[in-house]
């Protein structure tokens, strides 16, 4: 079995795992998280700026635009198609609209992320929450420019500030001059010491209604250890794990450390009490 069948059958493997355990809006009895359950996963609305975005997303997939790409992991830098990159690295439609409707329900002042590579994520959460001020950084020279575009073909650039560079070099300068960010999307690296690395270092930038969003913490077993990781971790309160994003709420307010895994309810309509 190749590499990439044998990361495929893990997340399948995953996603059976996590879906026998995950309950719908009818077993949770937290207020705080069924609230949240109802707007980012039973929300049906269709925002105009979804069909914008994927749009844009479209445009790229037939692209036949290749860039140079720089990969600090490897320290290489390598030509690559747009749609390329679009297809494996960018967030996909039903991820980016949990960004959009959290960063719209939990309405943050200041938003930062961690991998901004063509902007697809981060034109989702500038569009749920125009008003926040937003830092999204990127390694990559190349993508960015290509991020920037389409951020201003959405009309969302406004405070939305895109910083190029290796994370070590621009995160603690990102985190001081946010101050203290109410939201913060990790989706620059999926292995596990680098993740648990930018969790701990945002830490002590957070406030008490800081949230944590984790990309594919199900794309392999060392992302599977960081989370476990981030869900030990004392400061962490509790854990909402929706699949295709994962949420880490330090809130003191949240007394009883609680972890859930939670599915909309049409995926499990049987399950109704």
């Known amino acids: 079995m190749s590499g990439i069948q044998s990361a495929a059958w893990f997340r399948v493997r995953q996603w059976i795992r996590f ?11 937290s207020p ?19 069909g914008e975005i994927e749009r844009i997303r479209r445009e790229m997939l ?8 720089t990969d600090f992991g490897t ?22 609209r949990m960004l959009f409707r959290l960063a719209d329900w939990l309405a943050p002042r200041t938003i930062l992320e961690l991998g901004t590579s063509v902007g697809i994520g981060t ?3 500038r569009a749920g929450n125009l008003l926040a001020s937003m830092i999204s950084l990127e390694g990559c020279p190349q993508t960015v420019s290509v991020a920037r575009s389409n951020l201003d073909l959405l009309g969302v650039s406004r405070r939305t500030e895109l910083v190029t560079g290796p994370f070590e070099d621009t995160l603690i300068p990102a985190l001081e001059k ?23 270092t945002c830490l002590p930038y957070a ?9 594919d913490i199900h794309w392999s077993p060392e992302m599977e250890e960081a989370w476990s990781f981030i869900k030990d971790h004392p400061r962490v309160t509790l854990t909402v794990d ?16 609680q972890h859930f895994s939670i599915v909309p309810a049409r995926r499990k309509f049987w399950r109704l009490m």
């Not at 929706?242 to 450390?257: G, H, Q």
Request: contains cysteine; neutral net charge; proline residues 3%.
């Open 62 to 69: 037939g692209s036949s635009l290749e860039i140079d790409v």
């Open 123 to 125: 034109m989702y959460l």
């Open 207 to 215: 406030n008490d209604c800081t949230v944590f969003i984790f990309d």
């Open 178 to 200: 946010l101050v203290s960010p109410d939201m913060v999307y990790i989706d620059g690296n999926h292995r596990k010491k680098p993740t648990v690395q930018y969790f701990e």
């Open 32 to 50: 705080f998280v069924f609230r949240l359950t109802e707007a980012v996963l039973e929300d049906k609305r269709f925002f105009q700026a979804f």
């Open 242 to 257: 929706l699949f295709d994003v994962s949420l880490a709420f330090i809130n003191p307010d949240f007394r009883e450390k």
């Open 75 to 96: 320290g290489r830098n390598r030509r690559r198609k747009l749609a390329e990159i679009t297809r494996n690295a960018a967030s996909s439609s039903s991820q980016g």
């Open 19 to 29: 879906y026998s355990t995950a309950v719908t809006r009818y077993q949770i009895h």
